[in-house]
């Protein structure tokens, strides 16, 4: 990876404190899971982190009891169950405004999505949801680290965190002990793994879709913003899958996603806090470049009518004109049946406020230098940046 100079600060603090009680992801992992990732790291847990690491055992041993109690009572149905439509992918970029797309999509009638619940818990959440998230509804926050987003257990999640919990390799299992750097990066792409390996991501993804298809059968529609690196992958496990994509100003997407990226290792760590990750600002220039060289190489895959794109400044601007022009691209019909449900939540979400960054000049110029095709691709070369 290249080694730029240090960075300068994006707002360190997380907008919302994440609350020590709060379940980390890695809660979700079986026993096996949870004991291959400690010793990986050689039980480098810091000493305050010790009360965290034995209530993770604790689960640990709670979802390998009814992860088998799931395959007994619903294996069968899983392992036979084909969703009706194929899924919806949101593509993008981290802090491109995928959660924002998502949300807006899953207002459809027509459309369902996994749950943060779903993800935390895909090995058993169809005999626990009913009981478990009731009981522990009071232990997420109200809002997430990085920004001014609901959370909860009924939110939409993305999918990568079932995969985790599903013991799937994912670069977001760095977050656990992120002082020891990057991990799984061949995850982002998939494309330099075996052929084992990847058909067992694919069974892995393919098992929580059928899993959370089993509670709902509508479209699903999914958000993983990895997933723009995967299409290739993507296609040969859902022939028949759609893509929305989104874009945003990289000079906005940049210190957000430094932001994003220290928010969730401090959040997530089981090494206690720490001042600064040296590896980030390097992992946030590469990883765009690989996602993105990723997604222009399958792009061509796509059949036609089954990818349209938009630009965040422009779904910002034109909300319902821009997703409509997305549903006719995409042929996922019934568009005035949706506008009501979506003008509701853009009223309840009219006071929305993002996060403002100032970049050093500096380091803009080693952003335009590292993503200059993006700049180009998608149109932010030449035009004034958007900032928030």
């Not at 919302?16 to 890695?26: N, Q």
């Not at 993002?354 to 180009?376: Q, S």
Request: proline share 8%; with cysteine.
């Amino acid at each position: 990876m290249s080694q730029p100079k240090p960075a300068q600060s994006y707002g360190r603090d997380p907008v919302h404190r994440y609350p020590l009680l709060a379940p980390r992801f890695w809660h979700g992992l079986r026993m096996g899971d949870w004991y291959r990732l400690a010793t990986k790291n050689r039980l480098r847990f810091a000493p305050s982190q010790f009360g965290t690491a034995t209530t993770i055992t604790s689960f640990a041993a709670f979802n390998s009891t009814f992860a088998a109690l799931q395959r007994v009572t619903h294996g069968r149905r899983i392992r036979l169950m084909r969703p009706k439509q194929a899924p919806l992918f949101v593509l993008g970029h981290w802090r491109s405004g995928t959660t924002m797309l998502h949300e807006m999509l899953i207002r459809d009638p027509q459309h369902s999505y996994p749950n943060t619940y779903d993800c935390f818990a895909p090995h058993h959440c169809l005999v626990t949801h009913m009981w478990i998230r009731p009981m522990i509804g009071w232990m997420l926050p109200k809002k997430r680290p990085m920004d001014n987003v609901a959370a909860g257990w009924a939110c939409p999640q993305e999918d990568e965190f079932a995969l985790c919990s599903l013991g799937v390799p994912s670069p977001y299992m760095g977050m656990a002990f992120p002082k020891h750097g990057p991990v799984n990066q061949q995850y982002l792409t998939l494309n330099e793994l075996t052929p084992e390996e990847r058909e067992a991501w694919k069974h892995a993804l393919k098992t929580f879709i059928a899993t959370i298809s089993i509670k709902d059968d509508r479209r699903l529609v999914m958000k993983s913003p990895p997933h723009t690196a995967r299409v290739r992958t993507l296609l040969e496990a859902f022939p028949s899958a759609k893509f929305l994509h989104i874009s945003r100003d990289p000079l906005t997407l940049y210190p957000s996603t430094m932001r994003l990226w220290k928010s969730l290792c401090d959040a997530q760590s089981l090494q206690g806090y720490q001042a600064d990750y040296d590896w980030i600002e390097s992992y946030v220039l590469d990883s765009l470049v690989t996602m993105y060289e990723a997604f222009e190489r399958d792009r061509p895959l796509i059949p036609p009518g089954r990818l349209a794109e938009v630009r965040y400044e422009d779904l910002v601007a034109d909300p319902i004109g821009q997703l409509r022009r997305a549903y006719e691209e995409l042929d996922l019909g019934g568009f005035d049946e949706v506008e009501p449900h979506l003008a509701d939540y853009l009223g309840d979400n009219r006071d929305y406020k993002t996060n403002r960054y100032d970049l050093a000049p500096e380091v803009e110029a080693r952003v335009r230098e590292r993503w200059a095709p993006y700049f180009e691709r998608y149109g932010y070369a030449e035009t004034a940046t958007e900032k928030g």
